[in-house]
Antibody
Framework: EVQLVQSGAEVKKPGEFLKISCKGS????????IGWVRQMPGKGLEWMGI????????RYSPSFQGQVTISADKSISTAYLQWSSLKASDSAMYYC????????????WGQGTLVTVSS | QSALTQPASVSGSPGQSITISCTGT?????????VSWYQQHPDKAPKLIIY???NRPSGVSNRFSGSKSGNTASLTISGLQAEDEADYYC????????????FGGGTKLTVL
């Protein structure tokens, strides 16, 4: 079974560092892009960016460029999303997704990681 | 890149059919065959129900169908059931950068 399993919920203070993870299994991790999607409380889905674990080619949506860092460690089939200095406005649910190159079959989705930033 | 436009809400009675529209531009929906739809129940991760405009993933009910005309994609749910009550989102790849994705704002479906 193809699965993406994300790390658990986080509660952080403004200005802190955070790195959340997404571990893939059941498929060749290096052959598919992994994307990250933000969903703020009560709001819609926003595409943040994408990484190809095979060569770490990384692209960011303009709204998130410079705000987050996406990385991957192909040796452990895990992708990451990190913030160097969190803001309260980063409080949201974050999903990782598997994204093929030549179809819009964006599936599966991870279960989500809830990030809460509060002083 | 602006979000795709969806109605905020739609409703229907059990057994009826409803259609949710998703309007984009020539930069996305009109010239892209990479349009998808997702269903999201409260406190759950989104689930893919339509990809490449009109394809259903394995295991998704054939009551869900997708289509596209010009700048607008549509999701039709036939034979509405109580379990269909959820939020629905469309997405499209962007023509000038197919690694980028734009989502619709979401539509709340209420089954009366």
């Amino acid at each position: 079974e193809v699965q993406l399993v994300q790390s658990g919920a986080e509660v952080k203070k403004p200005g802190e560092f955070l790195k959340i993870s997404c571990k893939g299994s059941g498929y060749r991790f290096t052959s598919y892009w992994i994307g990250w999607v933000r969903q703020m409380p009560g709001k819609g889905l926003e595409w943040m960016g994408i990484i190809y674990p095979g060569d770490s080619d990384t692209r960011y949506s303009p709204s998130f460029q410079g705000q987050v860092t996406i990385s991957a460690d192909k040796s452990i089939s895990t992708a990451y999303l990190q913030w160097s200095s969190l803001k309260a406005s980063d409080s949201a649910m974050y999903y990782c997704v598997r994204r093929p190159t030549d179809t819009s079959n964006i599936d599966p989705w991870g279960q989500g990681t809830l990030v809460t930033v509060s002083s | 890149q602006s979000a795709l436009t969806q109605p905020a809400s739609v409703s229907g009675s059990p057994g009826q059919s409803i259609t949710i529209s998703c309007t984009g531009t020539s930069s996305d929906i009109r010239d892209s065959n990479y349009v998808s739809w997702y269903q999201q129940h409260p406190d759950k991760a989104p689930k893919l129900i339509i990809y490449d405009v009109s394809n259903r993933p394995s295991g998704v009910s054939n009551r869900f169908s997708g289509s596209k005309s010009g700048n607008t994609a549509s999701l039709t749910i036939s034979g509405l059931q109580a379990e269909d009550e959820a939020d629905y989102y469309c997405s499209s790849y962007i023509i000038t950068n197919t690694l980028d994705v734009v989502f619709g704002g979401g539509t709340k479906l209420t089954v009366l």
